[in-house]
């Protein structure tokens, strides 16, 4: 009965690897996020989701791409990791457009390391 | 620049002993004030959702307050369980209307 739930929750590569993590929420939300919490624990948006669509993008490296194939899943594919992509990813969802007031639910993280 | 900030950023409380955290910030406009639990290894937590100055929310033994400038976290006769890093973040008005978080502050209860 997870509400957000992430995989894989570790995931251990080398440089230049491309990667995937996957994200579902089973709550009905329509926004999904992706946020990076570096290892100074500081967590920052990456990207959002309405209902499939893109509606935060922020200052990320092109080799991030999300992708949504529909409202309850958002995935996070990472081309040519670098040193610099090791941290922690959440997943988050929230009931409506990711918009006023609304309460972010978090997934419980993907341990990155690129070796 | 939209900026929070979380003080101390470490605190160490004998069981009973309590205390506040501090999350100030500086925003173009403040449409929501979010306060989450992070325990180590998981997700954080959803705690509170303050919108107003003179605003205050409680939970068991947590008070959140809100004023323009800042909000506190009260911590009243702390438990062992209460042990978490405590994070806060802002909702802005304008732009996308993300989610902008302080690095948090760690607080350790010992028995």
């Known amino acids: 009965d997870t509400a957000v739930s992430q995989t894989p929750k570790y995931l251990v590569t080398q440089m230049g690897n491309d990667k995937s993590i996957k994200c579902e929420q089973n709550l009905g939300h329509d926004t999904m996020y992706w946020y990076k919490q570096d290892s100074k624990k500081f967590l920052k948006i990456m990207f959002s989701y309405n209902n499939k669509e893109l509606i935060i993008n922020e200052t990320v490296p092109n080799r991030f791409s999300p992708k949504s194939p529909d409202k309850a899943h958002l995935n996070l594919h990472i081309n040519s990791l670098e040193l610099g992509d090791s941290a922690v990813y959440f997943c988050a969802s929230s009931q409506g457009s990711g918009g006023l007031r609304e309460t972010q639910y978090f997934g419980p993280g993907t341990r990155l390391l690129v070796l | 620049e939209d900026q929070v900030t979380q003080s101390p950023e470490a605190l160490r409380l004998q069981e009973g002993e309590s205390s506040s955290l501090n999350c100030s910030y500086t925003v173009s406009g403040l449409r929501g004030l979010f306060w989450y639990r992070q325990d180590p290894g998981k997700g954080p937590e959803f705690l509170f959702t303050?919108?107003?100055a003179g605003e205050e929310k409680e939970k068991e033994r947590l008070k959140a307050t809100l004023t323009k400038k800042e909000s506190f976290l009260h911590i009243t006769a702390p438990k062992p369980e209460d042990s978490a890093t405590y994070l806060c973040?802002?909702?802005?008005?304008?732009?996308?209307?993300?989610?902008?978080f302080g690095k948090g502050t760690k607080l350790t209860v010992n028995p």
């Open positions: 973040a802002v909702q802005t008005q304008g732009g996308s209307e993300k989610l902008v």
């Open positions: 303050l919108y107003s």
